[in-house]
Structure formats: structure tokens, C-alpha cells
């Protein structure tokens, strides 16, 4: 299945705000940690329902936020979503980022970039369309040391990429960016049920779901462009 059909299907049936609060729990601290200043404009890849774009604009006063995604149905409700000109949605691959050189202040993906086709080729992109000094956000769930997400290749016929902290970090300095930060942001909002109510529907034991949320949660990657 192609990422229009899966991620269309996902669009259609409210999984873009499921992921959007989902998400969030980590979202927002990697996002208040970013050095955006008023004016500054901003890439989200693979932008679901927008929902980064939106808290930057009404936070820290970007000037433009342009928001890619490979699904249209993603991209129509992103803009339903969005009530400013100035952030923009567009139908996109992360193969070929629609940028000119050196255009950008800041990129963010959150929960996305695993499923670019070539990971190498996007970060090439990215280092590409960034200003000197500007950066690129990276937050995934699903890498190497977070045995927990594995599985979750096995839910999606779109081919995902498993780095490790490591081969993050090699990867963006492979394709010129320098590794400002690396960090695992813990979801302290996800509530965890008392060890009695456990077997739940998704956890086997409360130790896998503290392991998975608290001390796993996001793993942020910063590169900054030379
Ligand atoms: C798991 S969702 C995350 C959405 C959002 N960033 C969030 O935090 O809720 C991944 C998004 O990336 C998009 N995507 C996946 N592969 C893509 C590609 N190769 N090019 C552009 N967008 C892609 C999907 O359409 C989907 O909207």
C-alpha cells in the first residue's frame, strides 16, 4: 500500500487528531525547545493534522509554516484545521522536498521521518534547504533501543527504518548537519493503570508500559545546519 492509501485511510476515519493528541504528550516540549524566533519559517514533514505548525505560530510568532505531507486527505484536513494564510499545507514526498536552498530557519517532524523511502536522501534534503544555523527537529517513536515499538512494522505495509540513537546521529553528520542535542523526552502524560488492572488490551505487565512511556517516550535528535 502506498502512503496516499494507508495514511488517506487514517486521515478519513480521525486517526490524524488521535495521533495529534497522542503525540502531543511529547510534542510540545521538543517543540518549546526549538530556537524559533518571530518571522522564522518553518517545515513540518510529514505534518498530520498540522497541529505542530499551528502551536509554533501561536507560541513563537513564525512568519510562514509550510506543512508536507504524502496524503491529500491529511493535507484537507490539516488546512480545515488551520484558520492563517501564513502556514501553508502541500501534497509532498520527503524524496524531494519542494524548497529552495538555504530557504528555511527551522525543520520539525514528528513521528514521521521513519517512513521516508530513502532516510540518507531526506537528510540531504533538509541540510540542503536549511539556512546556516538553522535546524532540524527530529522525534520518533520507533527506533532500535525502544523494543517496545518494534512490532509496530507488522501493522503497516509502508517500509519503516529502526535507527539507533547511534545510527541517528552518524546519519545526520553523514548528510552535513552537526548533532546538537540527543535526548529521550518521557510521555508523563499517558496514565499508567496500578499493577492490579494489568494484563490491559495492550500492556502484558505495567513494568513494559512504564519502560515504554516513561523512560523510552521520544527520542529528539537536533542537527543543525553548518
Ligand atoms: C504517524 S503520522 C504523524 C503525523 C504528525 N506528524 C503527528 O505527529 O501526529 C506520519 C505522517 O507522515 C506522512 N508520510 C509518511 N511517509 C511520507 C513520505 N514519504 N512523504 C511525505 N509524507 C509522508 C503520512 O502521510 C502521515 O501523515
Redesign the pocket.
Known amino acids: 500500500m502506498s502512503?496516499r492509501d494507508e495514511?488517506d485511510a487514517w486521515a478519513a476515519d480521525g486517526r490524524d487528531k488521535g495521533?495529534?493528541d497522542r503525540?502531543w504528550h511529547t510534542?510540545k516540549h521538543a517543540l518549546a525547545r526549538m530556537p524559533v524566533e518571530e518571522g522564522d519559517t518553518v517545515v513540518d514533514l510529514?505534518?498530520?493534522?498540522g497541529y505542530?505548525l499551528r502551536a509554533l505560530y501561536d507560541t513563537k510568532g513564525i512568519g510562514h509554516g509550510f506543512g508536507?505531507?504524502?496524503?491529500p486527505e491529511?493535507i484537507r484536513n490539516a488546512r480545515e484545521y488551520t484558520d492563517t494564510e501564513d502556514i501553508e499545507f502541500l501534497v509532498?514526498?520527503?524524496?524531494d522536498l519542494p524548497f529552495a536552498d538555504d530557504s528555511v530557519d527551522h525543520v520539525w517532524?514528528?513521528?514521521?521521518f521513519y517512513?521516508?523511502?530513502d532516510p540518507h536522501h531526506t537528510l540531504e534534503e533538509v541540510a540542503r534547504i536549511l539556512k546556516p544555523g538553522g535546524t532540524f527537529y527530529c522525534a520518533v517513536n520507533y527506533y532500535e533501543e525502544n523494543v517496545h515499538s518494534h512490532h509496530w512494522q507488522d501493522n503497516i505495509s509502508?517500509e519503516m527504518t529502526r535507527w539507533s540513537h547511534e545510527e541517528y546521529r552518524d546519519a545526520f553528520r553523514d548528510a552535513g548537519l552537526y548533532v546538537a542535542e540527543q535526548d529521550s523526552i518521557a510521555d508523563m502524560d499517558i496514565e499508567i493503570p496500578p499493577a492490579d488492572e494489568f494484563p490491559t488490551d495492550s500492556w502484558e505487565t505495567r513494568e513494559d508500559m512504564v519502560d515504554r512511556y516513561r523512560t523510552f517516550g521520544t527520542l529528539l535528535t537536533v542537527g543543525v545546519a553548518p
Open positions: 502512503v495514511f495521533m495529534e503525540h510534542a510529514g505534518t498530520g493534522s505542530a508536507l505531507d504524502g496524503s491529511m509532498g514526498d520527503f524524496d517532524t514528528m513521528e514521521a517512513y521516508a523511502p509502508i
